[in-house]
Structure formats: structure tokens, C-alpha cells
């Protein structure tokens, strides 16, 4: 019974000695006295009361500092601790805006399309706003510019000046639509036509259209059978036209020597006089490698072929003095002019390195 009435006494003397701190920290009503009382009282009745009180307090000093570093952390975190604040609602909006500054640096670095239509769906009354909606507008234009000249058809170009009329590209576009509706004609035309000569001028018309790679595949094929149909007659008349039908073919420097060695074959099996051998005025250094001078002193024009390792042609005018270079060998030389009645002359000479040289008269001669 003693211990009860002990314990009951005790407690009364806490109970009051707790009241008596509340009123004092009460009156004091700092941070210090209130943290000082729940301190000493931690399970006094009038606890709680201190607690809201010392919140009450330092309320103020969180929102100054908060204020101070002005992040969406500290902002979150006052609200965590002071939810009924009357600072909560300005706090609320602060988290808001510093979000879409945030979210605003993040679309301006990334400058996607995307990211800036779902930066207008998600802030529709931001003050960037009009901004967002420039920069995307101009976004979609390079991108639709970019997929028109890609495409690079007629119906591309027509769609990107009807949604934008007034680009800096419409100019462009116009061009370009104009350039593409009579590259489309060219095209039909040159498939109609399907020759070797067709499809080179589309391409030198037209050499960045998508059609210039099956162009180029279809002269090939043209050019492949043609000069098979030349090899096949071997005739100057058949090396003739295919030079005309492709002209810059693959195998037309072959043809123009195919032709020279035709010519002096013609040459040697016709009536002809026979040809001097030229004059050798010194070896050289190279022993593979010839250099002719040939002189016209003819009132005609001259043309000399050379049949042998190599085949080639000189056409010198009356007068002139032209020089060549062959590789060492043996070849076969013909040479005529442009006149009725003078005679071709042709003949063989072995070509050892050095240099040599020759000239070309003619003699009349009476019976």
C-alpha cells in the first residue's frame, strides 16, 4: 500500500513539475525552451502541444532557407515536414515551376521533336511556350525538307510546300519540283529510247536522280552488247558504230586501236610505196621507252599509224611537227594523206628505245 501511494506521489510531483515547465517554455516561446521542455518531458501530456508550437517556430526559418537554396529537394521536403503550412500552396508551385525550368534545359539540350510536343502537351500555360512551339515548328520543317529531298519525287516537294508555304526552303522546293517533273519526263523518254546515248545524256542531265543508277546499269548492258557485236564482225565499219552507239564506252579506246590496226592492215594490202625506216637520233635512257618526231612537209594533211605493242595515230597538218611515244617492239607503219592520187606508203621497223625521227614529203615523179 506504502509502495502505491509512493508511486502515486511521484507521479503527481512529474505531472506537476511538467505543467509547470509547459508554462514556463510557454512563456519564454523559443525554439530553445520547447526543444529544452520535450527534452526533459518526452511523454508529457503536454508534449505534443510543445511539439506543434517549437513546428510553429521553426516554420519560418525552413521557409527562409528552403527559399535560400531554391531546389525542388528542399521545397519537397518542407512540404514532407510542414504539410498544413501556409507556406505549402507557394511551396507547391515552386516544385512546379523549378520542374519546368528542369524540364525546359532538358528539351532545349536534347532538341527533339518529340521531346518539345511533349513538353507543350505536358506545361500547356508555360511561359516557354511560344518558344517550344517555334523551335518545333522549325524542327518539323528541316525534317520535312530532309525526307522531301530524300525522296527527291514530285509528289515529296508538293507536300512540303503545301505545309510549308512560307520556308525558307519553298524557294528550293519550287526549284526542285520543277527540275524533278522534267527529270520524271526525261526518264520516260530515256527508257523509251533505251540506247546507250539516251541514258548518258539523262545522266549528265540528271546525275543525282535515283534513276542514274539503273541508268548507268543499262548502258552497261548496252555497251557489253554492242561492242560483242563488234568484236563478232571485227570490221572498221562495226568498231565505227559502236564508237557512235557508246560513245565513252568501257571498251572505247580499244575500238580506236582495234580501227588503227584495221586501217594499216587496209593500207598494207593495197597498193603502196614502200616506207623509209625512221631515223634513230639516240638510245636513250630507257630502253622500253620510244619518242618519235614526225614532221609534215607536206601541202596535205598527214596521218600516221602505228600497229604493234601498242596501236596509235597522228594527224599533223601541213607544215607541222608532231611527237610521240610508243613502247619498244616491232610495228607495223602506215601513213596516207588527204588527197586523190597520192600514193600510201607502209612499212615495218623494230622501235629499241631512244628517240627518233622522220619527215614526210612527197615527189612527183613523170613518165
Known amino acids: 500500500m506504502r509502495y502505491v501511494i509512493s508511486v502515486l506521489f511521484i507521479l503527481l510531483l512529474t ?75 507557394l511551396a507547391g508551385d515552386k516544385v512546379q515551376q523549378l520542374r519546368q525550368e528542369q ?18 502537351n505536358t506545361y500547356p500555360a508555360s511561359p516557354y511556350l511560344k518558344q517550344a512551339k517555334e523551335r518545333l515548328f522549325k524542327l518539323s520543317e528541316q525534317q520535312d525538307w530532309k525526307s522531301a529531298t530524300a525522296a527527291h519525287t514530285a509528289e515529296a516537294y508538293e507536300r512540303f510546300i503545301q505545309r510549308h508555304p512560307n520556308s525558307s526552303y519553298s524557294k528550293a522546293a519550287r526549284q526542285r519540283l520543277a527540275h524533278v517533273k522534267g527529270e520524271q519526263s526525261a526518264w520516260q523518254n530515256a527508257t523509251h529510247e533505251n540506247t546507250f546515248l539516251a541514258y548518258l545524256e539523262f545522266i549528265r542531265a540528271y546525275p543525282y536522280s535515283p534513276h542514274a543508277r539503273i541508268a548507268k546499269q543499262n548502258m552497261n548492258a548496252l555497251d557489253q552488247t554492242y561492242w560483242q557485236q563488234a568484236q563478232q564482225r571485227n570490221s572498221a565499219a562495226a568498231y565505227h558504230n559502236y564508237l557512235d552507239t557508246c560513245p565513252g564506252g568501257k571498251y572505247a579506246g580499244i575500238a580506236e586501236q582495234k580501227l588503227i590496226d584495221l586501217e594499216v592492215d587496209e593500207i598494207f594490202r593495197g597498193e603502196h610505196g614502200d616506207l623509209p625506216l625512221m631515223r634513230k637520233t639516240s638510245s636513250g635512257d630507257n630502253r622500253n621507252i620510244n619518242e618519235l618526231e614526225i614532221k609534215n612537209s607536206t601541202q596535205y594533211t598527214l596521218t600516221v599509224r602505228y600497229s604493234g605493242p601498242q596501236s596509235k595515230k597522228l594527224v599533223i597538218s601541213s607544215g607541222g611537227t608532231r611527237t610521240i611515244s610508243l613502247s619498244s617492239g616491232w610495228y607495223r607503219i602506215a601513213a596516207s594523206v588527204d588527197a586523190i592520187g597520192i600514193q600510201n606508203y607502209a612499212g615495218e621497223q623494230n622501235l629499241t628505245g631512244g628517240t627518233y625521227a622522220s619527215e614526210f614529203y612527197i615527189r612527183t615523179s613523170y613518165y
Open 15 to 89: 505531472g506537476c513539475a511538467a505543467q509547470r515547465h509547459f508554462e514556463r517554455a510557454s512563456q519564454e516561446h523559443t525554439i530553445a525552451a520547447y526543444r529544452t521542455f520535450i527534452k526533459k518531458h518526452p511523454d508529457s501530456k503536454y508534449t505534443p502541444a510543445a511539439r506543434e508550437k517549437l513546428k510553429g517556430l521553426l516554420e519560418p526559418q525552413a521557409w527562409a532557407a528552403v527559399c535560400e537554396n531554391n531546389t525542388i529537394e528542399h521545397y519537397e521536403k518542407f512540404l514532407h515536414y510542414f504539410p498544413d503550412s501556409r507556406y505549402a500552396a
Open 103 to 120: 524540364a525546359w534545359q532538358q528539351v532545349r539540350e536534347a532538341d527533339r521533336i518529340t521531346d518539345y510536343r511533349e513538353f507543350i
